[in-house]
């Protein structure tokens, strides 16, 4: 039961990530692109480290703390354009940013659970990283 409760969890987070950082808004391209590339290569990181439950911790913090600063930026931003949009502009962008990141929410899910079924004890550290960017 403690091990489902973990990854019920880590899944709920991943799609929180993925939904708050949506809106964000990155280093001038598009924002949905700048946390899709962001997302992609947290997963990589995943994914090449999974043998070692640890490395995937040490990986994944230090691409967060690499990355930190951007993070803070698209966050800023992200703010900035939220408050800028109506409630019909916000609706239309969510609608677009599902749709575009549709296959990504899958393939992040499926990681998640994958990787903290793997390694219950680092499932925590793995959920902060994983919710930097947002």
Known sequence: MKRFAIIA???FAA???????GCSKGGGGDPLDDMIT???AMLK???DNKADCGKVVTELESY???HKEEFEAIAKKGAEMEKSMS???KKKFAEKAMKKME???????TVIMEINQKCPEQAAKIGEAM???K
Not at 103 to 109: F, N, Q, T, V
């Open 15 to 21: 799609i929180s990530f993925l939904f708050a950082t």
């Open 87 to 89: 409630e019909e502009d």
């Open 64 to 66: 967060t703390k690499k």
């Open 103 to 109: 296959g990504l929410i899958k393939e992040s899910m």
């Open 131 to 133: 919710r930097a960017i």
């Open 45 to 47: 990181i995943i994914k």
């Open 38 to 40: 962001h997302t992609k």
């Open 9 to 11: 969890v880590s899944a």
